[in-house]
C-alpha cells in the first residue's frame, strides 16, 4: 500500500475542495458507502469474466463464513448503498463520493493497491444531456485546476446491452479464428467475455484485436442516435474530443457511450478519469429499472499530473497562519494564553504556538518549516510579564511592528487579511 504523506494530503485536500464545490454547484451531493461489501456485489455488476473480479480483487471469508471483498471500485457499492435506502425510488438523484479502492495489481508508478477515486454517479435520467452535463463537469473540473490543455476526451459507443450480445458472438467467432495469437487468458474469454479481449494490454491481443470486426456497424439505432446527440451537445458546450472504437472499459456493466480523459505527461499509465453510462445495472442488482452514468477520477494519477505540469497554487501547500515564538526561549504560559485567545478570534485559521523552547533562530527555523506566513514574536522581559508582540511577516518583507498584547489581534488580522 503507498503511504500519504502530508504534503499530498495537502494537495488532496485542495482536489477534493475543488471537486467537491464542482459537484455541488451542479447539485450532486456526497453519499458514503463501505470499503467492504460482499464479493458476489462486485461479481453481479462489475462481471465474473473480468480482470478485476477474476485477478484484481482482496477478497476472502471472514470469521462467519461471508464472502467478502474490498471495493475495487465505487459504483456498485454505491448503486446498492442508494437503492438500499431507497435514494433511486421513482427519482432522479445525483451523487458523489470520494474514497479508497483496492486492486491486486502490480504496483508501478501510476498504478497501486489502494488508491483513490473521486466518483459521480446520476440516476434516473435516460437521454444524452445527462451525459454531456457529467462530462462536462469533468472538463470544469479540469478548468478549475488548470489541466484543460493536458486531458483529451476519447469517446465510443458501445451499444445496448442487445447490441453487445449480438456483437459479441461475432466477435467470438472472428477471435477463435485468430485464438493462436492470443494469451492464455484471452482464450479463455473466447466465449465468455470476447469484448473483455478487446481492452486487453497484452501486444499480441491487440494486434488481433485491432482487425476485429467494428462495433459500430452492429450498433442498433436507438444507440446510434443517442451517441449522436452527446456529441451534438458537446460540440455545443465547446468540448473537444476524439472518437476511440478499442475504448470498451473494464467493467461489463457500462452500455451505450463509454469515455475516458488521457494525459500524454504520465507514461503508460495515462487514464485520469474513465466513465459512462450503466443503465442495466440497479434492475440488475434488484433494483427497479433505472438509467444511470457516471464516472471515477484516479486522485493519485491526477495529483501527479498537477505536480509534473507545476500547476500546484499555493493553497495546495499547508501554511501556518500564525507561528508564536518566545525571546528568551522560556516556556511560556503566555504565549499559551495568546494563541488561545487569537485561536477564539480566528477559527478557522491556524495558530501554531512554539513548544520546548529553544534558541530563537531555532524557533524561526520551525517556523518556516511550517510554511508560517506570520511569526509573532513574544517579547518576554526579565521578571515581567510581556506587554507587547513583535509581528514579522515570513512572506512579504517588511519592517517588524510592534503592538501591545492585548490588542495584537486586530494588526494580525489586518496582516492576514492581505492576500499574498
Ligand atoms: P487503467 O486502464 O489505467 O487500468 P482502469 O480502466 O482500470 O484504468 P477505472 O476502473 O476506469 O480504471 O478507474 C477510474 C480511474 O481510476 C482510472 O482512470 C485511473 O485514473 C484510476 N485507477 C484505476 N486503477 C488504478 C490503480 N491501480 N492505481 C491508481 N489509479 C488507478
Ligand atoms: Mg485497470
Redesign the pocket.
Request: charged share 30%; aromatic share 10%; with cysteine.
Given at each position: 500500500m503507498n503511504d500519504i504523506l502530508p504534503d499530498q494530503c495537502a494537495i488532496w485536500q485542495y482536489l477534493e475542495d475543488c471537486f467537491r464545490a464542482v459537484a455541488g454547484s451542479r447539485g450532486y451531493r456526497e453519499i458514503r458507502f463501505p470499503l467492504l461489501e460482499q464479493t458476489q456485489l462486485f461479481k453481479r455488476s462489475i462481471g465474473e469474466v473480468t480482470?478485476?473480479v477474476e485477478k484484481e480483487m482482496y477478497s476472502f471469508e471472514d470469521a462467519g463464513g461471508d464472502h467478502i471483498s474490498l471495493r475495487?471500485?465505487g459504483t456498485a457499492g454505491c448503486v446498492r448503498a442508494a437503492q438500499q435506502h431507497g435514494l433511486l425510488y421513482n427519482r432522479q438523484q445525483r451523487l458523489w463520493y470520494q474514497g479508497p479502492?483496492f486492486?491486486r495489481?502490480r504496483?508501478q508508478q501510476?498504478?497501486?493497491?489502494q488508491?483513490?477515486?473521486f466518483g459521480l454517479e446520476a440516476f434516473g435520467m435516460a437521454g444524452p444531456d445527462i451525459d454531456a452535463e457529467i462530462i462536462e463537469l469533468s472538463a470544469a473540473f479540469w478548468r478549475r485546476l488548470g489541466l484543460a490543455d493536458s486531458l483529451k476526451l476519447e469517446l465510443n459507443n458501445i451499444g445496448s446491452a442487445a447490441d453487445r450480445e449480438r456483437y459479441s458472438a461475432i466477435l467470438g467467432e472472428y477471435l477463435a479464428s485468430r485464438a493462436d495469437e492470443l494469451d492464455p487468458a484471452a482464450r479463455g474469454r473466447i466465449r465468455s467475455n470476447p469484448l473483455r479481449i478487446l481492452?486487453s494490454?497484452h501486444p499480441g491481443n491487440r494486434q488481433v484485436a485491432r482487425d476485429a470486426p467494428a462495433m459500430t456497424e452492429y450498433l442498433s439505432p436507438e444507440s446510434v442516435a443517442h451517441y449522436a446527440a452527446l456529441k451534438q451537445l458537446l460540440a455545443a458546450a465547446g468540448i473537444g474530443f476524439t472518437e476511440n472504437p478499442s475504448l470498451v472499459?473494464?467493467?461489463d456493466y457500462y452500455n451505450c457511450c463509454v469515455y475516458?480523459?488521457t494525459t500524454e505527461v504520465l507514461g503508460a499509465?495515462?487514464?485520469?478519469?474513465?466513465?459512462g453510462r450503466y443503465d442495466g445495472l440497479v434492475a440488475q442488482l434488484g433494483g427497479r429499472p433505472t438509467p444511470a452514468a457516471g464516472?471515477?477520477?484516479?486522485?493519485?494519477?491526477?495529483a501527479m499530473l498537477l505536480e509534473t505540469l507545476g500547476k500546484l497554487p499555493a493553497n495546495a501547500q499547508f501554511r501556518a497562519d500564525v507561528y508564536i515564538v518566545v525571546i528568551g526561549g522560556a516556556i511560556s504560559a503566555a504565549s499559551q494564553a495568546l494563541a488561545r485567545r487569537l485561536r477564539e478570534q480566528f477559527p478557522d485559521r491556524r495558530i501554531v504556538c512554539q513548544c520546548g523552547g529553544g534558541k530563537y533562530s531555532q524557533q524561526v527555523k520551525r517556523a518556516f518549516d511550517m510554511n508560517a506566513r506570520l511569526l509573532v514574536v513574544m517579547e518576554q522581559a526579565e521578571g515581567e510579564p510581556p506587554r507587547q508582540v513583535k509581528l514579522r511577516d515570513l512572506h512579504n518583507s517588511f519592517e517588524p511592528r510592534l503592538a501591545p498584547i492585548d490588542q495584537c489581534g486586530q494588526e494580525i488580522g489586518r496582516l492576514l487579511s492581505q492576500n499574498l
Open positions: 480482470d478485476i475495487p471500485e479502492m486492486r495489481e504496483p501510476g498504478r497501486y493497491r488508491f483513490h477515486q481492452d494490454k472499459r473494464g467493467l475516458e480523459w499509465q495515462s487514464a485520469v478519469c474513465g466513465g464516472f471515477a477520477i484516479g486522485v493519485e494519477r491526477l
